[in-house]
């Protein structure tokens, strides 16, 4: 059901009471407008602390500074009055307890007449005393018409005529974002290039970025990672060439459903992270990092909040790809009794969540260890495909050092023994390759000359990769791959 359904139902079966979050007061109030002069006859009344009731010459300035005050105006009305009261940011004062009396004498008073009670605010508050008289509404942000109509009509108004497929991929950008913040960031691109196309798509993201770091849960990440920056995992690229349209709007039309997302599990190293990233590049869509570590919180009920305030943004910013990074240690955490339960209704509240999302947000989820994951989240159903990144065999430990060198040294293959490399560096993880060459670079240069193939053999043999250190754990992650539910990302190992 609709917003627009939900509401007019909660006015049209009076419910006294109505508590609407959101940041977009001005859009709210349209739509009430909208709401009112449509589908449910009522006079408004707006109020807020600074200048009372405003908009209606009978009542301006009423109650300014007196939110006790602007609840009486409820009853100076007769009983038979259709009328509806918008309190803006009034849950500041739900705590006094006159105004908590108050409400619940309208809440009994009010179940017979026509007259509803709006409060609006970017907050939840609702103090205990009041959870039953109160119902709590989430205004959704734009809908993709919106957001189109939004556009078309700023194009008009600028005399530019936007191709389909541009407003496609401008009303794609913009989800996520406020009418207001839209009309913001569309401002300043006029202002600066004097017109809307490809380019804008930039300061658009750039918006989203700021949004993200001041939620301090999930963090932007640019994907400038090529499919050509990772040497092997051959059956993961293949997976992920097969899926490259899964958010087209022709996949939908063939009936298709989202893919859900993926899960990577394996040796520290191996381009679990640069998969990520490949995947939100090659498929065009932005990435979002989340780290558990910020969603759990010390006050009470504060991590469940966070867990769900997340899923809103994300699902809000979609499509999307939401990378959860070494979600094994989040899951380490439930083996901690003394949190109170914490961490389980917040995992338990994620994985409900990867279960029946139905909205295009792509789950990338990484684990280095798989000891602490329990079974049900690699199930069908949370995740399209469990993959185990193993450490390169000789063929991708080649290809690895030849995509490192390259981008170092382009166009220059020929004089570098990637054969005696591979041969040499046998158990190195992709990362530790990578640092080979980074050390083969520093000897070259700290000798005042090119680096050369004896400097990268040297290299080789002065690190000792971590499959060394950690051979006991390399070894149980080996045989949970073989228990046969796991698909291999590399072809041959």
């Known amino acids: 059901m609709s917003f627009l359904n939900d509401f007019t139902l909660l006015l049209r079966a009076r419910y006294p009471f109505i508590y609407i979050n959101t940041t977009e007061e001005e859009r709210l109030e349209s739509f009430i407008r909208f709401c009112t002069s449509k589908y449910v006859s009522r006079t408004l009344y707006f109020w807020d602390f600074s200048e009372g009731?405003?908009?209606?010459?009978?009542?301006?300035?009423?109650?300014?500074?007196?939110?006790?005050?602007?609840?009486?105006?409820?009853?100076?009305?007769?009983?038979?009055?259709?009328?509806?009261?918008?309190?803006?940011?009034?849950?500041?004062?739900?705590k006094d307890y006159s105004i908590i009396r108050k409400i619940k004498n309208l809440s009994r008073s009010l179940k017979t007449q026509p007259k509803n009670i709006i409060i609006v605010s970017s907050e939840i508050n609702i103090p205990d005393s009041l959870s039953e008289y109160i119902t709590v509404c989430n205004f959704p942000l734009p809908t993709k018409q919106e957001i189109r109509d939004e556009l078309t009509r700023l194009s008009t108004t600028l005399k530019q005529e936007l191709e389909d497929v541009m407003l496609s991929?401008?009303?794609?950008?913009c989800q996520g974002l406020s009418l207001e913040r839209i009309r913001r960031v569309l401002s300043k691109i006029i202002a600066k290039e004097g017109k809307i196309d490809s380019a804008s798509l930039t300061p658009i993201l750039e918006?989203?970025?700021?949004?993200?770091?001041?939620?301090?849960?999930?963090?932007?990440?640019?994907?400038?990672?090529?499919i050509s920056d990772i040497g092997g995992l051959d059956n993961f690229k293949t997976w992920l060439s097969i899926r490259s349209e899964a958010f087209s709007e022709e996949a939908i039309n063939?009936?298709?459903?989202?893919?859900?997302?993926?899960?990577?599990?394996?040796?520290?190293?191996?381009?679990?992270?640069?998969?990520?990233?490949?995947?939100?590049?090659?498929?065009?869509l932005p990435l979002l990092r989340l780290d558990f570590g910020t969603v759990f919180g010390s006050l009470v009920g504060q991590s469940e909040s966070r867990i769900r305030k997340m899923i809103s943004i994300t699902e809000a910013l979609s499509p999307c790809i939401l990378w959860v990074d070494e979600i094994d240690k989040a899951f380490a955490g439930?083996?901690?009794?003394?949190?109170?339960?914490?961490?389980?209704?917040v995992l338990s509240t994620f994985l409900t969540w990867l279960s029946e999302k139905t909205t295009p947000v792509f789950v990338v989820a990484t684990a280095n260890q798989i000891d602490s994951i329990p079974p049900e989240?690699?199930?069908?159903?949370?995740?399209?495909?469990?993959?185990?990144?193993?450490?390169?065999?000789?063929?991708?430990?080649?290809?690895?050092?030849?995509?490192?060198?390259?981008?170092?040294?382009?166009?220059?293959e020929i004089e570098f023994q990637f054969d005696l490399f591979a041969t040499l560096s046998k158990d190195f993880s992709g990362a530790e390759i990578e640092q080979v060459v980074i050390d083969a670079m520093r000897l070259g240069f700290h000798n005042k000359r090119e680096f050369t193939n004896q400097d990268v053999v040297c290299a080789i043999n002065n690190l000792i990769p971590l499959s060394r250190t950690k051979n006991k754990e390399l070894a149980v992650l080996k045989e949970w791959s073989e228990s046969g539910n796991i698909t291999n990302a590399s072809k041959y190992n």
């Open 169 to 173: 991929k401008l009303t794609i950008a």
């Open 207 to 226: 918006e989203k970025r700021q949004i993200l770091q001041q939620t301090q849960l999930l963090e932007f990440c640019i994907s400038d990672k090529t």
């Open 53 to 94: 009731y405003v908009g209606n010459p009978n009542t301006k300035g009423f109650a300014a500074k007196n939110p006790l005050e602007a609840l009486d105006l409820v009853e100076k009305l007769t009983k038979e009055t259709p009328a509806i009261f918008i309190l803006r940011d009034f849950d500041n004062f739900l």
């Open 377 to 412: 989240i690699i199930r069908k159903g949370r995740f399209d495909e469990v993959f185990f990144l193993s450490l390169p065999n000789e063929e991708e430990r080649k290809a690895i050092f030849n995509v490192h060198l390259n981008r170092v040294r382009p166009n220059t």
């Open 254 to 284: 063939y009936g298709l459903p989202y893919p859900k997302g993926v899960f990577l599990v394996g040796v520290q190293g191996t381009g679990k992270s640069l998969a990520a990233k490949i995947l939100a590049f090659e498929w065009d």
């Open 334 to 345: 439930t083996q901690n009794s003394g949190d109170s339960g914490t961490t389980n209704r």
